[in-house]
């Protein structure tokens, strides 16, 4: 026994690259589409063309930032992670959460460091 068929008209076979179509397609209405325009994006998806003589300015570059684990600002302060994580959440330290976790701006720990030394007479 066979399972009945959903439409009436033979189903066609999915493309084998995606954005090709299916061998055998005929657009609704029987015309094929005007040659050196397939691949194109449509109109509304089209970049926007610059004024002539205009050229892109190109963004500032941004200083690297790198960042650090709670253990390993723990070791180079020497002191444990729930130090870290007090002075984190106590806002003494920046930090930036990610997931569950937090990452430490290695100039926040070099901000911390230098605001507290103290002279000692």
Request: cysteine-free; charged content about 20%; glycine content about 10%.
């Amino acid at each position: 026994m066979s399972l009945p068929q959903r439409y009436a008209t033979p189903a066609q076979t999915r493309p084998a690259v995606p954005g090709q179509r299916p061998a055998g397609y005929a657009p609704a209405g029987g015309r094929l589409p005007v040659a050196g325009l397939q691949g194109q994006r449509p109109a509304g998806m089209r970049p926007m063309a610059q004024p002539q003589g205009m050229r892109p300015v190109a963004p500032a570059p941004r200083p690297a930032v790198s960042f650090l684990t709670v253990a390993e600002v723990a070791a180079i302060m020497r002191v444990s992670k729930m130090t870290v994580y007090r002075l984190v959440h106590g806002g003494e330290m920046a930090a930036v959460r990610v997931g569950r976790s937090f990452r430490v701006p290695e100039t926040a720990v070099r901000e911390y460091l230098s605001d507290a030394r103290t002279d000692v007479a």
